[in-house]
């Protein structure tokens, strides 16, 4: 299984609606594909887990990369794993995750991780975990749920 985040800038003219249609299609062929994950957006910037068959994973992030609601996409990381770290949702959304803004900027700019990214990180993966009480965490979609 492979498991890859990355971060994009979002096209300033995006919107609620246009954020609501991108993560119900995002649920939709997850779900088929048999991917999870997880994706946050700040106003600004994207970020997004994606994890599964690594075959799926590339599928869809070359989909991805082709979307005009983003552009800039930067992988931050990527690895193989055993286990999914969001394993109950094709794909949860979170519009408040706020307190990150300069780290999601720095990384959409292409810099690599640093010690001052791990906060950011580490509450980004929380999100998974933090969802397992069934209300699927503050300002999440959670619909989506295995």
């Given at each position: 299984?492979?498991?890859?985040?990355?971060?994009?800038?979002?096209?300033?003219?995006?919107?609620?609606e246009d954020i609501a249609?991108?993560?119900?299609?995002?649920?939709?062929?997850?779900?088929?594909?048999?991917?999870?994950?997880?994706?946050?957006?700040?106003?600004?910037?994207?970020?997004?887990?994606?994890?599964?068959?690594?075959?799926?994973?590339?599928?869809?992030?070359?989909?991805?990369?082709?979307?005009?609601?983003?552009?800039?996409?930067?992988?931050?990381?990527?690895?193989?794993?055993?286990?999914?770290?969001?394993?109950?949702?094709?794909?949860?959304?979170?519009?408040?995750?706020?307190?990150?803004?300069?780290?999601?900027?720095r990384l959409a700019a292409?810099?690599?991780?640093?010690?001052?990214?791990?906060?950011?990180?580490?509450?980004?993966?929380?999100?998974?975990?933090?969802?397992g009480d069934g209300d699927?965490?503050?300002?999440?979609?959670?619909?989506?749920?295995?």
């Open positions: 299984m492979l498991s890859v985040i990355y971060v994009s800038v979002a096209d300033p003219l995006i919107g609620t249609a991108l993560v119900g299609d995002a649920q939709r062929n997850n779900a088929r594909d048999g991917l999870t994950g997880a994706l946050i957006y700040n106003g600004h910037n994207f970020m997004q887990l994606l994890e599964g068959p690594a075959d799926k994973v590339e599928a869809c992030l070359g989909a991805i990369r082709g979307d005009a609601r983003h552009s800039g996409m930067v992988e931050i990381r990527r690895r193989p794993v055993d286990g999914r770290d969001f394993a109950e949702w094709s794909m949860l959304y979170s519009g408040d995750f706020h307190g990150h803004d300069d780290a999601l900027h292409g810099a690599g991780l640093d010690p001052q990214d791990e906060r950011m990180m580490s509450n980004f993966m929380a999100l998974g975990r933090r969802g699927g965490g503050s300002g999440c979609i959670d619909g989506a749920r295995r």
